[in-house]
Structures are given as C-alpha cells and as structure tokens.
C-alpha cells in the first residue's frame, strides 16, 4: 500500500487566495483526520470522519476552514480567503477501527505558505 | 478537560545513553496510548502502543512503560543512535461524543550526539 497521499507536499499562496489540500487515505481505511502542525501549538486536530461522514469539527479554527469527504478515497480541506497565519504543517492521517488497531497513518503532510 | 502533557519539551544526549521522555494525561477513561516519531519533513509514524491492560511493552531498544494509577506512561530508548534523533510525540484515546480519537502530547525534540 502506498499509505496516506498527500498533494501539494509545499504551498505558496497570498494572502485571500483560496487553498485547497488534499488527502487519499489508505484503503479501506474507516477514518480520516486532518491535523495542522505549528511551532507554538504542536498538532491540532482539525475535523475527522468516519465513513466519509464528518463527526467532529470543533478544532476547525474559522468558518474560512471547511473540509469534505466526497467518498471512501478522498478528502479536501479549503482555506477560503487564506490568511499568514495559516502557515503550517497541514496532515492527513487515516485508521481502521474494525481490527482494534487504533493508531493512525499520517501522510507527508502539506506545508503552507501564506504571503 | 481532555490534555495530554509531555515532558521534557527538549531532550539531548550522547550515543550510547539512554533517553526517556515522559506523559501524563487526564482522562480516567483513556486505554490506548501510542508513541510516535517525526523526522524532518515527514509525518509523524508509530512506533510504538501500550494498552492500559498491560504495564510494560518493549520492542529491541524502545520501551514503555504506563502507571494507570497515576496517569503516567513513558517512553525509554536505550543504547541511543544519531539515527533515533526526532521530534517524539505522545499521545493517548479519549472518547468523545460515541467515537474514539487521540490527543497527542506536544512533543520532545530528542539530539543524540556522536
């Protein structure tokens, strides 16, 4: 399996541009998680699903956030208008619940740049 | 709340010692708790899990180690490498609204000096 595929791996954009990041989790994998990383708060979970259907979105930091989940491969999350202090580290990380194996897959990560 | 601290924020040692980093957390509930490694420009990968069923786990030169009682769990390497140099993240699952996610500490930066 070639695990969690993240795209862009780097991102540049000015600010009140719109970014659009995206996941491919593994496989057959139930649940996806998007996290942001940054110097002064470490990893902050963002939004995660479970079967393509959002469950918790209380980490997205502002309604210019929005993430989706269209179906079993695939997810987005969209900054719209972009601001610098989105700059971060953004991952995408995935797991099976069904195996009890409760431990996540994180991708490569996308890193933002918000001029 | 749900919080998971982690200590020491830096850690730096010469190869051949051993390093431990240290977790507490505060959810009673929590049962599963695994270890992450970070090197540079990649993603966070696990290396190692304990369950709150056991109370110590090891695997070649890593270890850890989890007091339920007092909601602490470690996290030991010995014989340390230039390679084991990462940032390393705690992290522990709480449950939350009928599902399961993890909160992770935030991070030790660990050296090992040739």
């Known amino acids: 399996d070639a695990g969690v595929i993240q795209s862009p791996r780097h991102e540049v954009t000015e600010m009140g541009q719109e970014v659009t990041l995206r996941c491919k989790p593994i496989?057959?994998?139930?649940?996806l998680f998007w996290y942001r990383q940054t110097m002064m708060r470490g990893l902050e979970l963002l939004i995660y699903?479970?079967?393509?259907?959002?469950?918790?979105d209380s980490g997205m930091p502002e309604d210019r956030f929005s993430a989706k989940m269209p179906n079993a491969s695939f997810s987005t999350l969209k900054i719209q208008p972009s601001e610098p202090r989105d700059s971060a580290v953004y991952f995408c990380?995935?797991?099976?619940?069904?195996?009890?194996?409760?431990?996540?897959?994180f991708g490569s990560g996308t890193r933002l740049t918000v001029v | 709340g749900e919080n998971v601290e982690q200590h020491p924020s830096t850690l730096s040692v010469q190869e051949g010692d051993s390093a431990v980093i240290k977790c507490t957390y505060s959810?009673?509930?929590?049962?599963?708790f695994p270890w992450y490694k970070q090197e540079l420009g990649k993603g966070p990968q696990l290396i190692i899990d304990?369950?709150?069923?056991?109370g110590e786990k090891k695997d070649q030169r890593i270890a850890v180690t989890l007091n339920k009682t007092a909601k602490h769990f470690s996290l030991h390497i010995t014989e340390t490498q230039p390679e084991d140099s990462a940032v390393y993240f705690c992290?522990?699952?709480?449950?939350?609204?009928?599902?399961?996610?993890?909160?992770f500490g935030a991070g030790t930066r660990l050296a090992v000096h040739p």
């Open positions: 959810d009673s509930a929590s049962n599963y």
């Open positions: 496989s057959g994998h139930d649940y």
């Open positions: 699903f479970n079967n393509n259907v959002p469950i918790d």
């Open positions: 992290a522990a699952r709480v449950y939350s609204g009928g599902y399961n996610k993890l909160i």
């Open positions: 304990i369950r709150s069923n056991v």
């Open positions: 990380a995935s797991s099976l619940r069904q195996t009890g194996n409760y431990g996540y897959t």
